[in-house]
Structures are given as C-alpha cells and as structure tokens.
C-alpha cells in the first residue's frame, strides 16, 4: 500500500452530519441553548426531504438526528424512517432525553426501526430518571448501542449511582462531564486560530436548512451556509478562516495556531 501524491486524490469525510428537526422541546434547561420549549419550531418535511437530497453526494459517516426534543416533532416517526431508506448503509443516532419514548409505543416502535445509537441526557435538569430507567432496558434488548450522559455538576450523587448501576446491568454506556453547554459563566477563552477539534468531522444543519461545521454552533448567528446553496456540498469541505462568535466562550475550544483548516488527508491507493 501506498500513499498517494498527487491532492485530486484527497478523500474527505464527515464523521457526523446532524440534523436538527425541532428547537422544541418537552423541558425547558436553563442551561440549553439548542432549544426553546414549547415556543420552538418544528423543520417542515418538506426541508427535511430537501437536506437528505443534498446530503446524497457527500460522503459522511452517521446521520444524527437531534433537537431540542427531536421526538416531539409530530413527523418524527415519517422523518426517520426517510433518513434509513434513503442512507441504509450510515449509522443512525437519536439524541433525546427519552421521555417521549417512554409514553409514545408508537415512536418507540419507530425509534427501534430506524436507529442505531440512542444518546440520552440524563441529570437533575432533565427530571428523566424514570424514564431513562424504563427505556434503556427495551432499547438494549433490541441491541441499540445506548450512551447516557450526565453533567456531574448537575445530577445528584444517588441519581450517578443510579445511572450507572443500570448501565452496568444492561451493557449501556454512561459518561459524565462538568460541560452543559457553551457559556456558562467559565472565563473568555484567548482567540489566536482556529479550533484543533475541527477536523472535517461534524455538520450542524439547523431548523431551517442553515448549516454550520461545529456541535456547539448557533446557526441563526453563525450559519456559513445553507442547504439551498447550489455548492453546499463542496463548501462543506471549504477552508473555514475565521471564528464563530461562541468560540470565545467554548468549553472544548483549543487554539491550533493554524490560520485555515489543516490540509486533507491523502486518499490511500493500492
């Protein structure tokens, strides 16, 4: 095996591209920037069908559907099983805080149907251990691969034991951190490039088909592009020069010193 020289050869992969489909959701966090409770928006299906279209040619790894509380879009069920038809061979996650599931058969049948990994936040804000407790078994008996995430500041001590007692007996994941979101009152980060996390690795498409290349993002203040962009596809890959406003205030921002995204990594021939 070979490295090749030549840079038409390049290969470029997202690792996650995530679609946000609703800023509603079933709690209102104090620490949530990603949603807006009961006064959020639903994304219409006819946007939805529009990003799997224009997510067709570009090469990723899992599609994540995500929120606010994606399960409280009344097209959830029909959204989901549009995303496994149409990318059979990708890696389908849900992020949610289960509480939908644990009270809709329904979409709990659908959730079963069409996903693979299952991630769930679970602490004090949320108010879900009961529901956490009554779907993780279901969700791991039908083999999904299921992450609980806790922020420790925020989640009792007998609620971790709790958490992880059950992950334990039911071969689930649990992972906890001290970050809820980005600015929380932690101090200013000092800005010099541009983050060393980014690597190609992640695609935000908002609500209304805004995009943005970091988990973190707020696109209706950062968006770079959109889906409706007739070069959506190669600007996913374009080098990204400057900073997002949250960058200042990033929990997981460290200064690469670089001026522009690293270069891509060669394609390996035979």
């Known amino acids: 095996m070979a490295t090749s020289p030549h840079p038409e050869n390049t290969v470029r992969i ?9 800023t509603k959701c079933n709690r209102s966090c104090d620490f949530c920037i990603f949603a807006e409770g009961g006064q959020g928006v639903n994304m219409p299906p006819e946007t939805f069908a529009t990003v799997l ?8 790894r ?55 990994q299952i991630l ?31 922020v420790l500041e925020a989640t009792a001590p007998d609620q971790l034991a709790t958490l992880s007692e059950l992950c334990t007996q039911h071969g689930a994941v649990h992972v906890t951190n001290h970050v809820h979101h980005i600015d929380v ?10 983050c060393d996390r980014y690597l190609d690795q992640h695609l935000m498409i908002e609500t209304d088909g805004s995009c943005y290349r970091c988990f973190n993002a707020m696109a209706k203040y950062d968006s770079e592009f959109s ?5 959506f596809a190669a600007r996913i890959f374009s080098p990204r020069t400057g900073h997002y406003r949250f960058c200042l205030k ?21």
């Open 250 to 270: 990033c929990h997981e921002y460290r200064d690469s010193g670089l001026t522009r995204l690293p270069a891509a990594a060669p394609a390996v021939t035979a």
């Open 14 to 22: 997202l690792k996650t591209a995530k679609i946000k489909i609703t």
């Open 53 to 60: 279209d224009r997510l067709a040619p570009v090469p990723f």
């Open 120 to 150: 769930i936040g679970s602490d004090d804000e949320h108010e879900n251990l009961a529901e956490v407790l009554a779907t993780v078994p279901v969700l791991r008996a039908a083999g999904k691969t299921v992450v609980i995430n806790s």
């Open 185 to 194: 009152g932690q101090p200013a980060n000092v800005l010099g490039g541009l």
């Open 227 to 231: 889906v409706w962009d007739e070069d």
């Open 62 to 116: 899992q599609l994540h559907i995500n929120g606010g509380e994606p399960t409280v879009h009344r097209d959830f069920a029909e959204m989901s099983r549009l995303a496994r038809a149409r990318f059979p061979d990708k890696t389908m996650v849900l992020g949610t805080n289960v509480i939908t599931l644990a009270r809709n058969q329904r979409l709990m049948e659908a959730t079963l149907a069409h996903y693979d």
